[in-house]
């Protein structure tokens, strides 16, 4: 009896949309649903006016407005920003010359363009689904096949219902080992957000905006929130007089580096930078705590790495929302930040981060923060000594009143 190989789901809704194949492996792609709006849509229907051409299947595309218009409640207005109604008269003036059914700013139905259609029950499961947006993707939580495309591609599939597309390949992601009970995927998504998403996503974009070293120091204020959250979430400490005295002493180091009214000679950080880095420190310690309570694969490797995976891919996808990969040259990258890459990824990441999980589990994490006393005196004499970076007054006297905050936390009796 043959036997079938396995097919995955976006095996199997891609086959059955196959028109034809070519010789390269281009597919010519039916397409079930396409959503239309106002900026990527324009030179599409000047295209089709201009070749004399119809929309082959007004019935499988749907168009709204939703990128050029007020969010405020009272849509009933004339929008303000020239380019803005132009866009969207001219979208207006294109579905009424081709028939497209639309969904104008006053109808109930009109929204998001990527979430009207699972809202309005258009996206359903085994569609394809195309538009010019990059959240188009989002419609595979439906078991849709979703594509982001360009304009000369949206003319494409209003003239033909299909789509040139080469299949993209299956990749698996494999947690082997022991699982505790419970753990799911999005356990293992929760802490990968945290700590690469918004705590080192955080921190690279504050460290183009302030020194290395007072980034450094900003970060030494984990601990301290680890340690709030000891007490609110694990209930293993409780608030105390020296605790609080510590709390005060480390936001008094804060203010002085990012104080514009103190006279300690040096510029003051700047404010968005500081705020970034108190919220990435926040993600860390939570994502920390959650790492004891959550039930992540027992094997701290295995739990580690595909925390890395994912982080690494939603930074990734975060970069390229950005439009960060635009201004990406790969030839202008020196040796050395490719060393520098190399460097963080093994040490940084493979040796560091699972080390760092392993005593987690093993330690309290107000002991583990203890890092923190370490890494901003290093971060503040390789900055000064390496990366010429400043060492006034203002850093040290900040570093200090941090570093103080952070040991009269984390040195104290625990108390149950």
Not at 154 to 167: D, G, Y
Not at 284 to 306: D, E, F, H, Q
Not at 352 to 377: D, Q
């Amino acid at each position: 009896m043959p036997t079938t190989k396995p097919r995955t789901l976006f095996d199997k809704v891609w086959d059955a949309h196959v028109v034809e194949q070519l010789s390269d492996g281009t597919c010519v792609l039916y397409i079930d649903r396409h959503f239309v709006h106002e900026v990527t849509s324009p030179q599409a229907f000047e295209g089709l006016r201009l070749a004399g051409r119809s929309v082959r299947r007004p019935g499988g595309t749907i168009a709204v407005v939703d990128h050029n218009i007020a969010t405020d409640s009272d849509r009933t207005q004339p929008i303000v920003e020239e380019e803005s109604r132009i866009q969207v008269a001219t979208l207006e003036q294109n579905v009424r010359d081709f028939g497209v059914p639309y969904f104008p700013v006053t109808d109930a139905r009109q929204g998001i363009v990527h979430v009207i259609g699972p809202e309005q029950g258009i996206s359903l499961p085994g569609f394809t689904i195309v538009c010019g947006d990059s959240h188009t993707s989002t419609h595979g939580a439906m078991g849709a096949l979703a594509f982001g495309i360009g304009t000369s591609e949206v003319e494409h599939v209003l003239a033909t219902q299909t789509l040139l597309q080469k299949p993209a390949k299956n990749l698996l992601v494999r947690v082997d080992g022991v699982l505790g009970a419970g753990v799911t995927a999005k356990d293992i998504v929760l802490v990968a957000l945290l700590i690469f998403v918004f705590d080192y996503g955080l921190l690279f974009w504050a460290e183009q905006r302030v020194p290395s070293g007072i980034a450094a120091v900003m970060m030494a204020t984990i601990p301290v929130f680890m340690t709030l959250a000891e007490i609110v979430f694990l209930g293993t400490q409780r608030m105390t007089v020296r605790l609080g005295l510590g709390l005060l002493v480390g936001v008094a180091g804060v203010v002085v580096l990012i104080s514009h009214s103190l006279n300690l000679g040096g510029a003051a950080i700047e404010t968005a930078g500081a705020v970034a880095l108190v919220f990435a420190s926040l993600s860390w310690a939570v994502a920390s705590i959650l790492t004891r309570r959550l039930p992540l694969p027992v094997s701290k490797g295995i739990s580690s790495g595909a925390q890395m995976l994912a982080g690494g891919v939603m930074l990734l996808m975060a970069s390229a929302g950005l439009g960060e990969w635009r201004g990406l040259r790969l030839g202008s990258v020196s040796s050395g930040a490719w060393f520098a890459l190399v460097y963080l990824i093994v040490v940084g990441s493979i040796v560091g981060f699972t080390a760092y999980l392993w005593l987690l589990h093993h330690e309290s994490p107000t002991t583990v923060g203890t890092y923190a006393y370490v890494n901003p005196v290093v971060a503040v004499l390789l900055g000064y000594l390496v990366g010429g970076e400043a060492l006034g007054a203002r850093t040290v006297a900040g570093t200090l009143l941090v570093l103080v905050s952070v040991v009269t936390i984390t040195t104290r009796r625990k108390t149950a």
